[in-house]
């Protein structure tokens, strides 16, 4: 072989090394990105029946969805579906990215005509909309898939796996939903130290009437999951008011609300409610117990709730409180 032909061979294995080289660099590449998740996913949509009865399947991934409910919103978020959000309702709030999706009406009050100009492929809907409105999107041929609020975790991991399952985000959901078990853990971890007391909670989910979390609620399954007994359970299921003279004489060890209004800081609210008429006889207000938790984070049914739960936990647990907030 001559000089001249020995470089280039020389040359053309160096070159098919090169290309080798690159090759194997973006196979490495695509499964680090597919193992991170920064890869779009295409995963195929599958049937999924949702509470109104409707079985519902998507042949290519939805495109353009819509949320009416700000836990709705957040779920999506969670699942990665953010850039194929083309509407929201005005309390949609989290995450901060969902305060740039375009409003399309309340929660309550949907704007029929601004959602079908948005030519979704999804509107995704929940128990808190009013059922008039849903028949009135489907009867315009928009496709709505309608889901119960849960009222407990459990039924998150249901309504996250069929989240993930009719927008093609199965991996993502299955993520998700690991994570949130994983935390889960850690917490009845910590809790489970505290089994000796079942501490009395009285929720307050509004004063004037003064309200409560009842049985078949978000808080109350909280509440039981970390080994405390939600006194406003012994009123009813749902939300109903609770007589002061009752909450006196039973007397709960922990009194938890929410802020409501803006104007008001914490500190001032905790001040205002241990102001009220006869509230100096709750032994919560004696010993200091009275807190202050997020709500969207204890009543949205969303990944954020088992941030709600750590809130929870940690004020009827406050010795636990630092451990807990490292979860």
Not at 6 to 19: A, D, Q, Y
Not at 36 to 57: M, R
Not at 82 to 103: H, I, K, Q, S, W
Not at 251 to 273: F, K, M, N, R
Request: glycine share 6%; proline share 6%; with cysteine.
């Amino acid at each position: 072989m001559t000089e001249k032909g020995s470089e280039n061979f020389t040359s053309s294995k160096t070159i098919t090394r090169g290309f080798l080289l690159v090759g194997m660099l973006v196979v490495l590449l695509v499964f680090f990105l597919t193992l991170t998740g920064t890869l779009a996913q295409t995963e195929s949509p599958e049937p999924v029946v949702d509470d109104f009865g409707t079985e519902l399947h998507f042949e290519e991934t939805p495109e353009r969805i819509i949320s009416l409910a700000p836990s709705i919103t957040e779920l999506l978020f969670a699942l990665e579906l953010g850039d194929r959000m083309v509407g929201v309702t005005n309390f949609c709030d989290y995450p901060p990215e969902a305060l740039e999706v375009d409003t399309i009406g309340s929660i309550t009050e949907p704007n029929i005509e601004a959602i079908v100009e948005k030519d979704p492929d999804l509107v995704v809907a929940t128990g808190i909309n009013p059922i008039d409105k849903i028949e009135s999107l489907q009867e315009l041929g928009v496709t709505v898939a309608g889901f119960q609020d849960p009222t407990t975790l459990d039924f998150t991991f249901e309504l996250i796996d069929k989240a993930g399952r009719l927008t093609g985000r199965q991996a993502t959901a299955k993520a998700v939903s690991t994570d949130m078990k994983e935390r889960l853990d850690q917490i009845l971890e910590l809790t489970a130290t505290r089994e000796d007391e079942t501490p009395l909670v009285f929720y307050e989910i509004w004063h004037d009437p003064l309200t409560t979390a009842g049985s078949n609620t978000y808080i109350d399954d909280l509440l039981n999951i970390i080994g405390a007994e939600n006194l406003g359970a012994r009123a009813g299921d749902g939300w109903p008011m609770f007589d002061l003279e009752t909450l006196i004489l039973e007397d709960p060890d922990v009194y938890i609300t929410s802020p409501h209004d803006p104007q008001v800081d914490g500190e001032e609210l905790l001040a205002q409610i241990a102001a009220r008429e006869n509230y100096d006889a709750l032994t919560a207000v004696q010993q200091d117990r009275v807190h202050l938790i997020d709500e969207d984070k204890v009543n949205r049914p969303s990944p954020r709730i088992i941030d709600g739960l750590i809130e929870l936990a940690g004020a009827v647990y406050p010795e636990l409180a630092e451990e807990l907030a490292g979860i």
